[in-house]
């Protein structure tokens, strides 16, 4: 199958380009860009005249709701989701039903991926057995069948040897770990962020330092193991001080933040809001603020959607009696291209951030639009006016922060491996 | 009789004549050392009036009907309520009850029905200034002051406490 | 917050949940106050009873068990005529959201007009307010940490009977303000009421943090605290928090923050003692000053229950649908 999409303003930022022309696609791999080698006859031609055309986003966190949660989502409708907001390659964490210990779950939900076609799934196993934080888990067989890191998600490493032996573990089986930095005993519960607001609802706090110490516990073994970690989910500025700090005297970390931290604080906590109860918990402007700015300086080097669909029951419940967990792959580019909208990024960063840095991140030879790599591609129309409501939602999930929001900028095509898994015009 | 107004002087004359006739109604019926009770506001304007005239050296007691009204569920509560004040046990004796206005007598029913939830009197009798048409209850006055015919949509207020005036208003 | 008026006041600005103290007009409050000061001589007459909400269904859904608070809304609720269901559900069973659910559509079907809830979850009172049938008004019982809203009016109840003036009082909240939901409703109360010097007391490990953006001054000496205060609110020491490591032993609590008749001596002379109850006599507060004419904390039972008769008269009062402010003289 010949692609030709024409007319569109190629971004492509691993190869530094950002000026218009064409990019040829042929059985499921890129062929050129910026020209059109001699002789092709494409079968299907896009004019992408005032839209982008980009590297698919590679999404370092999104859930699936299965296996475990199937009332909730499935691959099937989440992965449609992720097709009509311009993701290609998903990595989902660990913490499943059954938990990713072992390669039959991987390979459950590679089939599922593939049955589904619509989106790339790397799922990260977990760093201990059942997830509980004690034994390590098989991680050597983990990653024969396919897995590129491994996880503790969101649960504790019962104690600090344990969490020094999974670090050494990993590191020699040269699989990734990605760290979700929460003390447990810290966050004790809690649910919000502490301040005034946690102290004005009642709602069971989690203090700064619950992220703060775990990253400084996480960044002195990881100098001790040399194992290659990437954090997830900073939400302090603090944290991202320290990532810098860390960066700087070269230990090999990366780290992300989720689109919601970008976007909202506690403020959008008041009035119970359950949509807005996430983990880690939204935090002071300070924090948001010090997120952007570790963002614009290169200290977070991606931003994942953390996508995460309940259903209603989940949500419709006293706050601290409801799950955690925002809806947000539909709304991850558009709030990206906001950003460029309020000049605080250029449309090259952007892709950077979803798409060139999570491939490496992850060390994949995705993210860019390479001649011979992967036809993973996206053609957005970066003007394109749209209310999320949860009617148009693909997602299973409409627990969403930004319900209603008018968004602007939408994915109208999605190729993944060279086939159009989405298109969001009416031809 | 929009318009129609009774200053003082003509309010003070018809007390005159309603204790007169009070006094002998509750001689006749052998009702002794009775209690007067007012309801708020205007009722009690003229209950205080009645209990000098009388000359009784007993209390005056103070109704509120606001928690027995028969419209909360269509109005609700009222904003401000001054409590009710009985300041004797009413058990077995002689109430005169006391009002400015008799209309469709809701105000009277509540009011007996507060008195009973203070105890068992021996008897209540009805003195009102005005007793004015539109009767939704069977209940009238033993002693009433000046009987008129409104049209509907008219109103007669008493105002007060001093000097004392009542006046036929249309309802705004 | 403006949130809060927007789900506890109908269109008419009047009362129709009473869920926290927090974002209510100071008139509101003082209404709350008068109607209770109206309904206070019901308990001493010879029917206890006024008709007003004859023939009203009043539920409690006790989800967090409750004597005292349950037993003196059930008392109120008769006063005022209404038939009450009692229902005390263990946390347990209701755990999930969707339970509450159905227990609040299941009791809507059969017809009620009001449910008092107490829950251990901050914000319960509000889910409910916010799922529940639109004709049915809620009032908060109590819900985790967040508002105890009617016993916060039952003690600015309590210091009018004292002190008539609130704006040129200073009052000390003194204890375990991190868990009290009474102290962040009396607190809202207070400041809205023109309190200027409130004052919270407390070891650091049990008092909230940002807790000063309220408008209160914190303190960690109690003698520093209470200097000069006219009324000294004590908060409830439960046993847990030596579990939770926020306090080494009761021993050491009472000898820092509770409250004797020698460390009353640096409060006004006419000070009053305070206590939502029940009071744990010899931790937060001496046997001597519990029972001293200082003390009025048996006085606040009894305030209760004018202020929840008060709270539910009100709330029900605002479903009647008419803005027609009632006059005496009408319908005589």
């Known amino acids: 199958m010949k692609i030709q999409i024409n007319n569109g303003r190629v971004i492509d930022p691993a190869n530094i380009i950002d000026e218009a022309g064409p990019v040829c696609i042929e059985d499921g791999v890129i062929v050129s860009v910026m020209r059109i080698p001699k002789g092709f006859k494409p079968d299907q031609v896009i004019d992408a005249r005032g839209r982008w055309v980009c590297p698919g986003i590679i999404d370092l966190s999104a859930r699936f709701g299965e296996p475990g949660d199937e009332s909730k989502a499935t691959i099937a409708s989440e992965a449609a989701a992720a097709a009509s907001a311009g993701v290609t390659t998903v990595c989902c964490p660990p913490d499943t039903s059954p938990v990713i210990d072992t390669p039959a779950v991987v390979e459950l939900i590679h089939q599922r991926a593939t049955k589904s076609n619509k989106v790339r799934i790397y799922p990260i196993g977990a760093l201990t057995q059942g997830l509980k934080g004690e034994r390590l888990s098989e991680m050597y067989a983990l990653r024969q069948a396919g897995c590129i890191g491994v996880s503790n998600a969101n649960h504790p490493v019962i104690n600090n040897e344990i969490l020094r032996r999974t670090f050494e573990y990993a590191a020699s089986t040269d699989l990734i770990v990605f760290i979700h930095p929460e003390d447990h005993h810290l966050r004790n519960h809690g649910v919000v962020n502490e301040g005034a607001i946690s102290t004005r609802l009642g709602l069971p706090p989690i203090p700064e330092t619950a992220e703060t110490v775990a990253i400084s516990t996480a960044l002195l073994l990881i100098e001790q193991t040399g194992v290659k970690a990437h954090f997830c989910r900073l939400s302090t500025a603090k944290g991202v001080e320290m990532i810098a700090r860390a960066k700087r005297v070269g230990l090999p970390v990366s780290a992300d933040a989720g689109i919601c931290h970008l976007y909202l604080t506690e403020q959008d906590v008041d009035g119970y809001n359950a949509n807005c109860h996430i983990i880690p918990p939204l935090r002071r402007m300070e924090d948001r603020e010090g997120l952007l700015q570790g963002l614009l300086a290169g200290t977070i080097d991606a931003v994942c959607s953390d996508h995460q669909p309940h259903n209603d029951d989940a949500k419709t419940a006293p706050f601290s009696l409801t799950r955690p967990g925002a809806s947000t792959l539909e709304a991850l580019l558009p709030l990206m291209l906001d950003l460029v909208d309020k000049d605080l990024l250029t449309p090259m960063q952007v892709f950077e951030k979803l798409a060139v840095n999570p491939a490496k991140i992850l060390g994949l030879e995705s993210g860019s639009l390479t001649a011979g790599s992967i036809a993973d591609v996206i053609v957005v129309d970066p003007e394109l006016s749209w209310t999320l409501t949860t009617s148009q939602m693909l997602s299973a999930g409409k627990n969403t922060p930004f319900i209603n929001w008018e968004l602007s900028g939408k994915v109208t095509h999605t190729f993944l491996n060279g086939q159009l898994v989405y298109n969001g015009t009416s031809s | 009789m929009t318009g129609m107004k009774l200053d003082n002087k003509e309010i003070d004359q018809l007390l005159k004549e309603m204790a007169d006739r009070l006094q002998a109604f509750l001689l006749k019926a052998g009702r002794h050392d009775p209690l007067i009770i007012g309801i708020h506001t205007g009722g009690l304007w003229i209950a205080k009036r009645l209990q000098q005239l009388l000359g009784t050296k007993l209390p005056l007691g103070e109704l509120n009907i606001a928690f027995y009204r028969d419209d909360f569920s269509r109005i609700g509560m009222h904003p401000r309520v001054t409590p009710s004040k009985l300041p004797f046990n009413i058990e077995d004796r002689h109430i005169v009850l006391v009002d400015d206005v008799l209309h469709t007598g809701r105000t009277i029913r509540a009011a007996m029905n507060e008195i009973f939830d203070y105890g068992r009197p021996a008897s209540i009798c009805l003195a009102v200034l005005v007793e004015r048409s539109g009767h939704e209850l069977p209940i009238r006055a033993d002693i009433t002051g000046k009987t008129i015919t409104l049209k509907p949509g008219e109103h007669a207020k008493l105002l007060g406490p001093e000097p004392l005036a009542l006046e036929i208003k249309k309802a705004e | ?332």
């Open chain 3, 1 to 332: 917050m403006t949130v809060y008026n927007t789900i506890q006041l109908d269109e008419n600005g009047r009362l129709k949940h009473f869920l926290t103290t927090e974002g209510l007009g100071r008139e509101l409050l003082v209404e709350i106050l008068d109607h209770a000061e109206s309904f206070a001589g019901v308990g001493s007459r010879a029917v206890k009873k006024v008709p007003l909400l004859r023939g009203k269904t009043i539920v409690n859904l006790f989800f967090e068990p409750s004597t005292r608070t349950s037993t003196t809304f059930d008392l109120a609720a008769k006063r005022l005529s209404a038939d009450v269901l009692n229902l005390n559900l263990a946390a347990s069973s209701t755990s999930k959201g969707e339970s509450l659910l159905d227990t609040l559509h299941t009791l809507e079907a059969m017809h009620c007009d009001m449910f008092i809830v107490r829950h251990s979850s901050s914000g319960a009172a509000h889910f409910i307010a916010r799922n529940v049938a639109p004709h049915i008004s809620v009032i908060n019982g109590g819900d985790g940490q967040h508002a105890h809203p009617t016993q916060a009016m039952l003690d600015m109840y309590t210091i009018r009977k004292h002190k008539q003036r609130f704006d040129t009082l200073r009052v000390a909240i003194v204890g375990d303000v991190l868990h009290s939901r009474v102290a962040r409703s009396d607190i809202h109360a207070l400041k809205t009421l023109g309190v200027n010097d409130v004052r919270v007391i407390g070891p650091k490990t049990l008092i909230p943090a940002g807790i000063e953006s309220l408008g209160v001054e914190v303190y960690d000496n109690l003698q520093n605290g209470i200097t000069g205060v006219d009324v000294i609110i004590m908060l409830r020491l439960q046993k847990e928090r030596m579990i939770s490591a926020s306090i080494p032993s009761e021993h050491e609590y009472f000898g820092r923050y509770g409250l004797t008749e020698e460390k009353l001596e640096v409060a006004k002379s006419d000070a009053i003692v305070m206590h939502p109850g029940p009071i744990n006599r010899g931790i937060e507060i001496d046997s001597k000053v519990a029972d001293s004419d200082r003390s009025v904390i048996l006085q606040q039972v009894s305030h209760g229950i004018a202020i929840r008769m008060a709270v539910m008269a009100m709330a029900m009062g605002s479903l009647s649908g008419n803005t027609v402010k009632p006059d005496e003289d009408t319908d005589k």
